[in-house]
């Protein structure tokens, strides 16, 4: 399984992006997608995940986004997407795709994509 990540760029706080994650390989809509993010300095962190629709379709979120990102899936795209809304400086960061063995969220990640760097400032 590959995962490309893309839709990173420079945003205003309080702007949106929305970053793309191209799942190919595989049986793409068999697996969870999940979302981290590392900023400089820190540990990658998790921030999001969305279960297939094979197992129930769920989506999870860490509390530092929760109601301000939107994780979705188009499985026939086989593209899993991240709306990001009220982006903070904090949100800066490379954001990586990645895909756990298992179709719901909590498996190991086995697969991971590049990153896209995500910059929030003014």
């Known amino acids: 399984v590959q995962l490309q990540a893309s839709g990173g760029g420079l945003v205003q706080p309080g702007g949106s992006l929305k970053l793309s994650c191209a799942v190919s390989?595989?049986?793409?809509?068999?697996?969870?997608v999940g979302w981290f993010r590392q900023a400089p300095g820190k540990e990658r962190e998790w921030i999001s995940c969305?279960?297939?629709?094979?197992?129930?379709?769920?989506?999870y979120y860490s509390d530092s986004v929760k109601g301000r990102f939107t994780i979705s899936r188009d499985d026939a795209k086989n593209t899993v997407y991240l709306q990001m809304k009220s982006l903070r400086s904090e949100d800066t960061a490379v954001y990586y795709c990645?895909?756990?063995?298992?179709?719901?969220?909590?498996?190991?990640?086995?697969?991971w994509g590049q990153g896209t760097q995500v910059t929030v400032s003014s």
């Open positions: 969305i279960s297939s629709r094979t197992y129930d379709g769920t989506s």
């Open positions: 390989g595989g049986t793409p809509d068999f697996h969870a």
């Open positions: 990645a895909a756990p063995t298992t179709n719901y969220c909590g498996g190991r990640y086995g697969y």
